[in-house]
């Protein structure tokens, strides 16, 4: 199985910071890779797909980038809609998430 | 629109199997590369995958449940059925339906919270 491993797991920001999550493959994925935000008691929606590609109607604030086995999701001037967790998720060999990073307010 | 909807029972005993229901709209399983697969989510806790079925009717199953999954799929009533036998209470979690593009897991149902308890 691929292992993802997130971090940080916590992340105590500010409206206006720019954020950065990594997310790492125990082995290449090539960029066979998404990012999905979750809200409390809410289903995850898909932000980013193939690594870096942005799903129709997300902010242009969220980008992803990374190839192989080291990944990273930067959300660019955060926005108070923007608290949540997030989740990576590798897709090369069947399917498995990262324990997933909470942007909480500092 | 696509749209996606989780039903099925909101309590199960301990060893009971457990049927849920995805009932989708908006999108058809015979296009090629599109799957429907089925998440879980204990209370607190990470993701997982459980199983996936696709246009071709190929399925993926998470290796460490696999012998306890079975997934299916009825095209004419755009509806997808995940099976899982000797349910645990370490089994309560949401569930949700998502629609497969590619990989990524492109839309999602609202979730339906199950809970194994005698």
């Given at each position: 199985d691929i292992q993802m491993t997130q971090s940080p797991s916590t992340l105590s920001a500010s409206v206006g910071d720019r954020v950065t999550i990594t997310c790492r493959a125990?082995?290449?994925?090539?960029?066979w890779l998404a990012w999905y935000q979750q809200k409390p008691g809410k289903a995850p929606k898909l932000?980013?797909?193939?690594?870096s590609s942005l799903k129709s109607?997300?902010?242009?604030?969220f980008s992803g980038s990374g190839s192989g086995a080291e990944f990273t999701l930067t959300i660019n001037?955060?926005?108070?809609?923007?608290f949540a967790t997030y989740y990576c998720q590798q897709y090369n060999s069947y399917s498995t998430f990262g324990q997933g990073t909470k942007v909480d307010i500092k | 629109q696509i749209t996606l909807k989780e039903s099925g029972p909101t309590l199960v005993k301990p060893t009971q199997t457990l049927t849920l229901t995805c009932t989708f709209s908006?999108?058809?399983?015979?296009?090629?590369?599109v799957g429907v697969g089925w998440i879980r989510q204990p209370p607190g806790k990470a993701l997982e995958c459980l199983a996936l079925i696709y246009w071709d009717d190929d399925k993926l199953y998470s290796p460490s449940l696999k012998h306890r999954l079975t997934i299916t799929q009825d095209t004419s009533k755009n509806q997808v059925v995940l099976t899982m036998t000797n349910?645990?209470?370490?089994?309560t979690a949401t569930y949700y339906c998502v629609i497969v593009d590619s990989g990524w897991y492109a839309f999602w149902g609202q979730g339906t919270l199950v809970s194994v308890s005698s």
């Open positions: 125990s082995q290449s994925i090539n960029n932000l980013i797909y193939r690594a109607g997300v902010p242009s604030r001037s955060l926005q108070p809609d923007d | 908006g999108v058809s399983l015979r296009t090629s590369e349910m645990d209470p370490v089994d």
